[in-house]
């Protein structure tokens, strides 16, 4: 039998070993974080093994991307006239077939459930859409995007509303609309969150056509304590 010195040390020792992946986990998607720049919107240049963008919009600096992930055909995420400024001549756009049509270069298109490799990238197309109003509806067939870049599951929602799919999606970090009007709510997302379970959740599409940072601090206030919110700042 132990003695009683030796049973507070080996709780501590096993709790340790169990807890350990978890917060490996955590750091290395703090570290991450350094890489995603929140450029407004739903747009993010993500910097890794590859240059990612997301849905780019209302862009001020010319760029050179590996792969530009469109989610969806409305004009403040497939803009034709931005893309072209962070499109390079090896640059990869993987869009929904409405997108291709009105874009040019080297265009994938991609389904939800669909899974492709692009110049190393792992990408999950994943569903995206509206539950209880008309703006993105299911029959669409729009996205979000799970991709892993330096080893992290990234998950960028697009225009969707709480969905039943996201109980079953896998990321390390979850970017997430939550302006409500066009896509979910702020409390809405919180939900979002709690069944994704990410490391770290990211705040997004506000303080352009809809929403306020209000929206981004009360989906943090509802994740205290449960999930580690990361409000980005908007570079340009």
């Not at 803009?79 to 040019?104: F, N, R």
């Not at 990321?171 to 979910?184: C, H, K």
């Not at 990410?198 to 997004?204: S, V």
Request: proline residues 5%; glycine residues 6%.
């Amino acid at each position: 039998m132990l003695n009683k010195t030796a049973q507070p040390l080996l709780f501590i020792f096993f709790s340790t070993i169990l807890l350990f992946p978890a917060y490996a986990g955590e750091r290395e998607a703090l570290k991450m974080i350094d890489n995603i720049h929140w450029l407004g919107h739903d747009t993010f240049k993500i910097d890794g093994d590859k240059i990612i963008y997301t849905d780019p919009f209302k862009i001020n600096k010319q760029d050179s991307a590996d792969i530009i992930l469109i989610t969806h055909e409305h004009y403040d995420h497939c803009s034709p006239e931005d893309i072209k400024k962070v499109q390079g001549p090896d640059t990869v756009i993987v869009c929904t077939p409405d997108c291709a049509g009105k874009l040019s270069g080297k265009v994938k298109t991609i389904q939800p459930g669909d899974r492709i490799t692009v110049a190393g990238i792992e990408i999950e197309a994943v569903p995206a859409y509206n539950t209880n109003k008309q703006f993105h509806t299911k029959d669409r067939n729009w996205l979000g995007y799970i991709f892993t870049v330096n080893s992290r599951r990234i998950y960028i929602a697009g225009d969707t509303d709480y969905i039943p799919e996201m109980k079953n999606m896998k990321a390390d970090i979850a970017l997430l609309p939550v302006s409500g009007t066009y896509v979910m709510t702020a409390d809405e997302a919180v939900q979002a969150a709690l069944d994704i379970r990410p490391e770290i959740a990211i705040p997004m599409h506000y303080d352009s056509i809809v929403g306020t940072e209000k929206d981004a601090q009360k989906f943090a206030e509802g994740l205290k304590g449960k999930i580690k919110v990361k409000i980005l700042n908007e570079e340009e």
